[in-house]
Structure formats: structure tokens, C-alpha cells
């Protein structure tokens, strides 16, 4: 667990940066689209409210995943695992083991942030523990 000063410190710096940009705030409903082609998913359990974004272009899809899950070795091998840094550690692992399950099953395309550059791949099911499989990617400045 994240001890309590840590978590007040992590607290006051993002009610600082909100009060900083809450003129520029705007509210929506998990399932909204958000703009066109992109919609929002719930994902809570890290966060509440966490939420991920399907992004859909023509006949390609995309899911920016946010913290939903971590790295590779942390919760795609040990998907029973509880994550210290989710503020609701129980529906963050019922949560990452769903859409964990769902992806594997779609073979959609994600943006991990915690993934090793440039964190876009695919999940895949492997017994009791799923695999990232990495999506080739190539600098093209056109």
C-alpha cells in the first residue's frame, strides 16, 4: 500500500492542477462520444473514474488504455495480483481482468503508457496469465 503521506501529497497536486483548469472542464458519461470516433469506456478501479478511450478510423480500431494495467511481467503473468498504486485495489483487479480478457478475445489494438515504446500492441491469452505482443512501428514524418 501507498503510505498516507504520499497519497495527501499525490491528493494536493491533482486538486491543485484542477483548480487550475476547471474553467475548462467538461463532463461526460461513460459510453459518451467524446468527439467523433472516439468513445469513452469505463475502466475504474485505479481511479475512480478511470477511463479508457476506444478510438475508431475507418475500419481500424484503437484503445488508449490510461493505467489500466501496468507492465508486462506485474499483471499480464500475475493478473490475480493486487496493484498497491489502484485507490480501489479489489475493483482494480476485477476491473484489469476483464478488459484483459475482453482484449485478448478482440485482438484490438492498445496504447499502453507503462509499455516499453511505443507501448502500442496486442494482448493475448495464455492460460492463467495473458502476453503482450508488441505492434511494429515505424517513425514515418509524412
Known sequence: ?????????????AQQTLNLIKNKIKFFEFGAEIIP???????????????SYLIT?????????GDIFYSDPLNL???????????????????RNKFLNEVSESRVELLVPHMPFPGL??????ADR????????????A
Open 1 to 13: 500500500m501507498v503510505d498516507d503521506k504520499i497519497k495527501q501529497s499525490l491528493i494536493q497536486g
Open 37 to 51: 470516433g472516439i468513445l469513452a469506456t469505463e475502466t475504474t478501479g485505479h481511479t475512480p473514474g478511470h477511463t
Open 57 to 65: 478510423s475507418e475500419q481500424k480500431k484503437l484503445i488508449a488504455t
Open 77 to 95: 503473468k500475475h493478473p490475480d495480483w493486487e496493484v498497491a498504486f489502484d485507490a480501489d485495489t479489489a475493483k482494480g483487479l476485477t476491473t
Open 121 to 126: 500492441g496486442h494482448v493475448s491469452a495464455e
Open 130 to 141: 495473458y502476453a503482450w505482443s508488441p505492434s511494429w512501428w515505424k517513425f514515418d514524418p
